[in-house]
């Protein structure tokens, strides 16, 4: 498939290109701009994906015809190996990965809730000496979190339904774009964990 994409086309209006390295690791998504920054400076080793997009540019002097670069959804960058070192990196924590990560379940009554009424609940309070990592925040609906205070869910004689956990590069990425297309989740699903959450909810 197929694309034409004008100049003057707003930052958000085309799906983000998932860029990965040499290798295949995940990296991170960029702009159709960065995209074609990429290709006009030949450092595309190679691309994959089912869709494609073409950005037309000026007409040249000589020859009258128009410029054009054409670029896949999936490109694989030269000389970023560093990939492979962030594909192992904690990713940053926030709210809004958070709840994605725990498919907006509450994490002690099981509900299913809007995200404006979540929140960001940490297993081992900080007055207990916990700290806000991956590994100690679950999500909880407004009720749960009032109910359960500053204490450990023994303290509070509140059960965990399921279990904090770290999202790998290629979970992260899925849970920081929300226009995701097919060809780019199917080579992320190949790089997600087979704990992970989102096997059951996007994969």
Not at 57 to 76: E, H, W
Not at 140 to 162: F, G, Q, V, W
């Amino acid at each position: 498939m197929y694309l034409a994409v004008e100049e003057a086309l707003p930052r958000g209006a085309f799906p983000l290109i998932l860029t990965v390295d040499t290798h295949g690791v995940p990296h991170r998504w960029i702009s159709w701009q960065h995209a074609c920054y990429y290709y006009a400076k030949d450092q595309v080793a190679w691309s994959l994906g089912e869709q494609a997009f073409t950005v037309y540019g000026g007409l040249n002097r000589v020859t009258g015809k128009r410029s054009f670069i054409t670029a896949a959804s999936i490109i694989a960058i030269k000389g970023k190996a560093m990939a492979m070192k962030a594909f192992s990196q904690v990713p940053p924590l926030n709210n809004r990965e958070l709840f994605h990560r725990d498919r907006q379940i509450c994490a002690y009554c099981g509900g299913m809730f809007p995200i404006s009424r979540l929140t960001r609940d940490h297993v081992v309070p900080f007055s207990r000496g916990g700290r806000d990592t991956w590994m100690n925040v679950v999500t909880a609906c407004r009720s749960c979190n009032e109910k359960k205070s500053d204490r450990t869910p023994e303290k509070a004689r509140m059960e965990l339904i399921y279990l904090p956990y770290v999202p790998n590069r290629a979970e992260y990425l899925i849970l920081t774009n929300r226009r995701i297309l097919a060809d780019q989740m199917e080579f992320l699903a190949q790089h997600v964990p087979a704990q992970s959450r989102l096997h059951q909810n996007h994969l």
